[in-house]
């Protein structure tokens, strides 16, 4: 029977179907981080139970982690004891253990790629929903709750339905100035937050075929936003081209096999999906959002739409968004007031983010009005800023770098937005308080991120390039 | 972690008729650092509940003393946003055992399933009739029946059946959950992972 990537790689994780249930459902690779990952430890110690594969799990600390002085000891004492604790826990269970200070350390979604973790058919999961950043080689790749990591430490297997399939083609090229993120933000917009909820996605087309591993892990990242559970795009040489040599990635004979494997991973011709959406490349440009959900985009040049055809609860909804945002129906973008801005996140903390960056901020100088927050998604994306004189750029514009970590994405540690204060941000919500209590956050490309961090507005960044 | 088990569930509700509430709502990030699951209640919607100066806020449905019960009633899409167990584990702390909603998001969905907290999804018009019957009369009680699968309004004796599959149906009636289920067949999971490529 024709299946699609999805079918593939899914059927072949099913240990077993339960009868009127869900499937016991193998996992290859697990990502644990410092928040969710505590009581779950908990719950194994009062259960008595082991990690059945130690092997197959990897911490790394970022959501509570400092970005200035890492050398330093946390200050916060509830978050010191979160890092402790996942060393101490990965310690004891034998976990590979990337903490504070490592070589290796960075945001789990950008490490796990970097290093060849992540790999084409494997079932990926840890507990944070941006994990289908990974399904942009060919996994499955999807967040968990806490009771599932202790599920997938004591047995490797998590109980799941199987979700729908759908399939989103993008075609065409993509004008100047438009980003992976800007994709994303426009597929979401069209879809809604919950327009995908119960589907797994594989996006096709040639505007994936023709994107980079990182900006597919953008789009990948993006998923949950539109309520799908993940999102995944069928490997190709450039997947492979990527993952060879990396740190962790099989090798000689482990490495053709897998490759074998690999090149079988692909939709069948005649496979079937639930759901199946197309759209123009040429109909996108810069996105940014202007509410409190990441579904509440539009193009940059464009006014925020009106309430008049929503009809109850959520006419109530938008309007409370609007509220909170400080704005009102009709009113155009551009040229809004910008306080801060953020570039990071593990969906736009890679190093092409950071090279997008710094072409538009190139010989110019940071607006006065402006506090930038400029965070690497991992030690290793900040050794390439610096190696190829980023660095230099960024600071004759009169920014400066911090260290890696998920930062004002979900203001953990101390990167907060102050209430009322606007926050163009390259990171994947803008949910009320998200980036600190009170915050409003603007997502965008950082193409738009730079052009409102040296105009110190909501500036069209294709009037800069 | 055990919870109580559920059956029949009789109680008032309380209604929070807004659409796409989202996880960093009912549990902001930074109540996420303890390494323990303790008083995650106190901070259910904590930005909504409380102002800055942690004063309570007049306006919103948990501090308003007419409204009360183990259920809350949600708009739709209720739960989207971040993985974080800790929102389910806020609602289940501060005492409902029973999520409402025309539709829910699926991680939402999953982590209250896992942790004794029943999502029961209604249709659009009869989410609107729960509202409703509770703004007419904030003492409507509404009947939630695992074994048959209904939810029923008291006051208008309107009801409607949901949803569950007999797996998670059966751990909640008797108050497993998935990892008792998972430990049974521990050695067909070993020799499942024998053949794997990677
Ligand atoms: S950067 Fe944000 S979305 Fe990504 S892992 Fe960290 S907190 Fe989650």
Redesign the interface.
């Known amino acids: 029977m024709s299946k699609t990537l999805f079918d593939k790689v899914w059927d072949s994780h099913v240990v077993k179907s339960v009868k009127g249930g869900p499937d016991v459902f193998f996992i290859d690779r697990h990502f644990i981080h410092e928040v969710t990952s505590p009581v779950a430890f908990l719950g194994l110690k009062s259960r008595g139970l082991s990690v059945m594969y130690p092997e197959r799990t990897f911490a790394t600390a970022d959501h509570n982690t400092p970005t200035i002085n890492q050398h330093l000891p946390v200050e916060d004492p509830l978050s010191a004891n979160q890092l402790k604790t996942l060393e101490e826990n990965s310690k004891l269970h034998g976990i590979s253990h990337w903490g504070l200070g490592h070589e290796n350390n960075g945001i789990v979604h950008v490490v796990g790629p970097e290093h060849g973790i992540t790999l084409p058919g494997a079932t990926i999961v840890c507990g944070d929903s941006h994990t289908s950043t990974h399904g942009a080689f060919g996994a499955i790749a999807f967040g968990i709750g806490t009771s599932e990591v202790e599920m997938v430490l004591s047995t490797q297997c998590i109980m799941q339905p199987k979700p729908k399939k759908m399939r989103i083609n993008v075609n065409g090229h993509l004008g100047n100035g438009v980003t992976p993120k800007d994709v994303a933000l426009y597929i979401i917009a069209k879809l809604t937050t919950s327009g995908a909820t119960g589907y797994f996605v594989e996006y096709a087309g040639d505007v994936f075929e023709n994107m980079t591993m990182e900006g597919r892990m953008t789009v990948c990242n993006l998923s949950i936003e539109m309520g799908a559970r993940g999102g995944m795009i069928a490997p190709d040489q450039k997947t492979y081209n990527y993952l060879e040599g990396r740190s962790q990635t099989p090798k000689g004979d482990a490495w053709d096999t897998a490759l074998a494997y690999w090149k079988t991973l692909k939709t069948d011709d005649d496979a079937q999906f639930d759901k199946e959406l197309t759209f123009v490349a040429s109909d996108i440009e810069p996105m940014i959002t202007y509410g409190t959900n990441p579904g509440m985009g539009i193009g940059i040049s464009k006014s925020i739409p009106l309430s008049e055809a929503l009809v109850g609860g959520e006419k109530t909804t938008y309007k409370k968004s609007l509220d909170y945002m400080g704005y009102h129906e009709n009113e155009p973008m551009i040229g809004k007031q910008v306080d801060f801005v953020f570039v990071g996140s593990c969906t736009n903390g890679r190093i092409e983010d950071f090279r997008d960056f710094a072409s538009i901020i190139k010989g110019k100088q940071k607006a006065e009005n402006v506090t930038a927050w400029l965070v690497p998604g991992s030690h290793i994306v900040e050794a390439q800023i610096k190696e190829e004189g980023i660095l230099d750029i960024i600071t004759e514009a009169g920014f400066a770098l911090r260290q890696p970590g998920c930062s004002a994405c979900l203001a953990m540690n101390d990167d907060k937005v102050p209430a009322g204060k606007y926050a163009v941000s390259t990171s994947n919500r803008n949910f009320e308080g998200r980036q600190g209590p009170g915050s409003r956050t603007l997502l965008a490309s950082p193409l738009v991120a730079a052009a409102a961090a040296v105009t110190g507005v909501v500036t069209d960044p294709r009037d800069l390039l | ?1 055990a919870y109580d088990k559920f059956n029949i569930l009789k109680s008032t509700a309380v209604p929070l ?4 509430v ?1 996880t ?2 009912i549990i ?3 109540f ?6 303790k008083g995650f209640g106190d901070n259910l919607f904590r ?1 909504w509940r409380y102002n ?1 100066d942690d004063t309570p806020k007049e306006s919103f449905v948990l501090n308003n003393s007419i409204y009360g019960g183990k259920i809350l009633v949600g ?3 209720f739960g ?7 929102a ?1 584990w806020a609602v289940y702390d501060y005492g409902f055992r029973c999520v409402v909603s025309s ?5 939402f969905r ?2 209250c399933l ?2 004794g907290v029943l999502p029961v999804q209604v249709s659009a018009e009869f989410s ?1 009739q729960i509202f409703n019957a509770i703004y007419d009369d904030p003492n409507t009680e509404l009947e939630i029946n695992l074994p048959e699968q209904t939810i029923s309004i008291s006051s208008t004796r309107a009801s409607e059946t949901f949803e569950i ?4 149906k059966e751990n909640l009636t008797n108050g497993f ?3 008792d ?3 049974n ?2 050695g ?2 070993e020799t ?2 024998k053949d ?3």
């Open positions: 972690m008729p807004l659409e796409n989202d960093d709502q902001p990030a930074r996420l650092k303890a390494t323990e699951r930005d800055s708009g739709r899409n989207s946003g971040s993985s974080r167990e800790h389910a539709f829910f998001a699926d991680i999953n982590n896992n942790i609107e599959n007999s797996y998670k959950d998935d990892i289920y998972l430990q067949i521990k067909e999971i499942f992972a794997l490529i990677i």
